[in-house]
């Protein structure tokens, strides 16, 4: 591959000892000179391609470090509906209506993003709603935080749900208080009934993983960790990477319902190479504060029973726990509430007494909830904290709703005190959960808050290190990718304007020009081609 001359630009490089340049080059897929134009070209030569930026800044390709791509592209697809901006129930039911007429009797209709927080009714869609609109058809829509979903009779009936069926462990099926009658709306474990019975073909999920995989190079993202249920989700991933279609690197985080197979095989985390490879494995361990399912220490506010609840007992997580571990898996456990978080902190600490392991990395996704003391375990344990900033928004209400103001300020989000604290945090979007995955649009709520809890704020240059240099770390990635040094690989991103330089509510108005992989532009905005 010839080498290309990223030339008269403002490189930012996260290198401490090199901080900023004026050029790059990559000859095959690696950083070849980082300096000044005169001295980028010296090394890549004079036949190289040239790329005049014309002021342009550079930074380390984006990471995503939390991610649903596949269901994201299933909505960016239209092959699951979108519903994020429908602001009231009949809404919904016109959406579902629409999809009925085109599908075929008994065929799924799935969907994404009701909110009841916009909802004009300020309910979710139950079954009736949705039988009304379409009888013939099993449908599910879930929520926007994905924890809670609406199902209709059909899809109940599917599913095997009836008024005798107990609620699973770490989910509810909702009854009728006065008939005892399911209403449609399962939470959580309860969820996963359903959404075990509904397929798509690989050539669906291909299509749609495109469309996300679009996404995230617009974003500037070069590389992501993402998530992922199923055998069929891995081997769509495996037949992108065989047709040459994977623009970006990926790092599955795969679900714990796996780790038996993985185990069997003998796979542990790093296998693969660089553009696709085995990351960690994915535990569920809570769910939601905005569905009031997060484990807490203490009750929700005004449910004084209700204290969330659990997926998974200490044993059982434990089991899963040690057994990942001690086959060289790295761990990323979903815990939002501070009990869910005391609990994995546990079952780490336990592990690595019986079987230490300097270079863990495991992680914590989310840790929304942290009390002083589950920072300093954290820290204690080399434990990673996986945060998604772009949750912080100027509406805190669906967390200061559920917990109290008081609590949700001094326990939510807690980026500066544990950076203060020497711990490793990586950022991510946990998109589609959250409508975007634009890496500088969580940089900006990380910097500015919005307001919420202000002592949390971080600095810009912090920020950029979530969605750089930090992913690569939890991925243990941090010798080849995350800074731009001469022999990391070629993943850059070009912005239209320095975020170092721009007012901190302005950091989102900066534009991605260019995404570069591996030396390759795999994005560039219209007015650059
Ligand atoms: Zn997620």
Redesign the pocket.
């Known amino acids: 591959m010839e080498a290309i001359v990223f030339g008269n630009g403002n490189v930012i490089t996260l290198n401490p000892s090199k901080p900023r340049a004026g050029a790059v080059a990559v000859e095959n897929g690696r950083i070849i000179s980082v300096g000044t134009d005169e001295e980028a070209l010296a090394v890549a030569g004079k036949n190289a391609k040239r790329v005049d930026l014309e002021g342009r800044t550079v930074l380390p390709g984006f990471a995503d470090s ?3 791509l596949i269901e994201y592209g299933l909505l960016l697809s239209f092959a699951s509906l979108d519903v994020r901006e429908a602001r009231s129930i009949d809404e919904i039911k016109e959406i579902v209506r629409a999809r009925a007429r085109e599908k075929p009797g008994g065929s799924w209709i799935t969907g994404h993003g009701w909110d009841t927080t916009i909802l004009a009714e300020n309910r979710p869609p139950n079954r009736w709603d949705l039988d009304a609109v379409a009888p013939k058809n099993p449908v599910m829509i879930t929520d926007m935080g ?1 924890h809670i979903c609406s199902v209709n009779s059909l899809a109940l009936k599917l599913a095997d749900i009836g008024k005798d069926t107990e609620s699973p462990r770490g989910g509810k099926i909702d009854k009728d208080p006065d008939t005892g009658e399911p209403t449609g709306l399962l939470r959580e474990t309860a969820a996963m009934r359903v959404d075990e019975l509904i397929t798509y073909t690989d050539e669906e999920l291909i299509v749609a993983l495109s469309h996300a995989l679009d996404k995230a190079v617009e974003h500037g993202l070069t590389s992501v960790h993402c ?1 992922v249920q199923t055998p069929q989700h891995i081997r769509v991933f495996q037949q992108l990477l065989m047709r040459d279609k994977l623009p970006l690197r990926v790092y599955l985080m795969i679900y714990s319902s796996l780790l038996p197979h993985l185990l069997a095989l003998g796979l542990h985390t790093g296998f693969g190479n660089p553009k696709l490879r085995i990351g960690a494995i994915k535990v569920m361990l809570d769910g939601s504060i905005e569905g009031y399912t997060a484990a807490l220490t203490q009750p929700y506010e005004g449910q004084p029973d209700n204290l969330g609840i659990p997926w998974l007992s200490e044993n059982k997580l434990y089991d899963i726990v040690s057994k990942a571990h001690k086959a060289g898996f790295q761990l990323a456990i ?1 815990a939002i509430g501070d009990r869910a978080i005391h609990m994995v902190l546990d079952s780490l600490e336990r592990i690595l007494k019986e079987e230490p392991r300097m270079d863990h990395r495991h992680r914590i ?2 840790a929304s909830l942290l009390d002083d003391k589950s920072i300093t375990r954290i820290k204690n344990l080399g434990v990673i904290a996986s945060v ?1 900033p772009i949750f912080i928004t100027p509406d805190m209400d669906w967390m200061i709703r559920p917990l109290g103001h008081r609590r949700a300020t001094e326990l939510g989000e807690r980026y500066r005190t544990m950076l203060d604290a020497g711990i490793q945090v990586t950022a ?1 979007s ?1 998109c589609p ?1 959250d409508s975007t995955m634009s890496p500088l649009l969580g940089m900006q709520s990380a910097v500015n808050r919005h307001g919420f809890a202000q002592e949390q704020r971080i600095t810009i240059e912090e920020a950029i290190s979530l969605y750089t240099i930090n992913p690569a770390y939890a991925s243990f990635e941090e010798n080849v990718r995350g800074s731009i040094e001469v022999g990391k690989l070629g993943d850059l991103v070009v912005l239209s304007d320095d975020p170092l330089a721009v007012p901190e509510d302005k950091i989102d108005d900066i534009s991605v020009d260019m995404t570069v992989v591996n030396g390759e532009i795999v994005y560039a905005r219209k007015s650059l081609q």
């Open positions: 939390h991610v649903h994905g998530i979903h996704e989310h998604q991510g946990d959960a």
